[in-house]
């Protein structure tokens, strides 16, 4: 979120490879978590504290290639962004702490894996922020979804994001006419 309220937030979608919707992996992470935190950067004039990083789409077997490649490109561009050679270096500078946590679709309510975390521990630490935290924070965020009276199932950011997606994929297949290739995006 841009502000302290969680209500004003931008995205940024890139078009994934052709046939790269099997994985799901963010093939531009890096660029695109750059982009967002410059942004936030020049209305703030600092770099964001915290940044929790909800991933939607993430299949069990997902989760270790999600962990290597994802959560590694945006802890790339936190560390080239503050100046810092490695997570330790950006730390002990008081650099934005990180939060990466998959949405898993249940019957009626989300739950949530954590798979990195820097914010409720000390340490960078796989498996880490205590879940009651994350699912109290993401409840309250399906309260902020602004376009209908009742809360949705998932947090606000990640319903923003799949309408970034849709938008895209729409936008390319209009200028294209057809439907090649898959939207990610992130929000």
């Given at each position: 979120?841009m502000?302290?309220?969680?209500?004003?937030?931008?995205?940024?979608?890139?078009r994934?490879?052709?046939?790269s919707?099997q994985?799901?992996?963010?093939?531009?992470?890096?660029?695109?978590a750059m982009?967002?935190?410059?942004?936030?950067?020049?209305?703030h004039g600092?770099?964001?504290?915290?940044?929790?990083?909800?991933?939607?789409?993430?299949?069990?077997?997902?989760?270790?290639?999600v962990?290597?490649?994802?959560v590694q490109?945006?802890?790339?561009?936190l560390?080239e962004l503050?100046?810092?050679?490695?997570?330790?270096?950006?730390?002990?500078?008081?650099?934005p702490?990180?939060c990466?946590?998959?949405i898993?679709k249940?019957?009626?309510?989300?739950?949530?894996?954590?798979?990195?975390?820097?914010?409720?521990?000390d340490?960078?630490d796989?498996?880490?922020?205590?879940?009651e935290?994350?699912?109290?924070?993401?409840f309250?965020?399906?309260h902020?979804?602004?376009?209908c009276?009742m809360?949705p199932?998932?947090?606000?950011?990640?319903?923003?994001?799949?309408?970034?997606?849709e938008?895209?994929?729409?936008?390319?297949?209009?200028?294209e006419?057809?439907?090649?290739?898959?939207?990610?995006?992130?929000?």
């Amino acid at each position: 979120s841009m502000d302290q309220y969680f209500t004003q937030y931008i995205g940024r979608f890139t078009r994934q490879p052709h046939g790269s919707n099997q994985t799901e992996i963010l093939t531009n992470l890096k660029g695109m978590a750059m982009e967002i935190l410059k942004e936030f950067q020049q209305a703030h004039g600092r770099l964001p504290k915290f940044i929790v990083f909800l991933r939607d789409g993430v299949t069990e077997g997902q989760m270790l290639e999600v962990l290597q490649k994802e959560v590694q490109a945006l802890i790339d561009a936190l560390c080239e962004l503050t100046g810092a050679r490695s997570v330790k270096d950006r730390l002990r500078s008081n650099g934005p702490r990180i939060c990466f946590a998959v949405i898993r679709k249940g019957h009626k309510v989300p739950s949530y894996v954590v798979l990195y975390d820097e914010i409720w521990h000390d340490r960078p630490d796989p498996i880490a922020m205590p879940l009651e935290q994350i699912q109290k924070m993401c409840f309250a965020l399906c309260h902020l979804y602004g376009y209908c009276q009742m809360a949705p199932s998932l947090p606000a950011p990640v319903v923003y994001a799949h309408k970034i997606a849709e938008r895209a994929r729409l936008y390319y297949q209009h200028l294209e006419g057809s439907d090649s290739g898959s939207m990610l995006s992130t929000g």
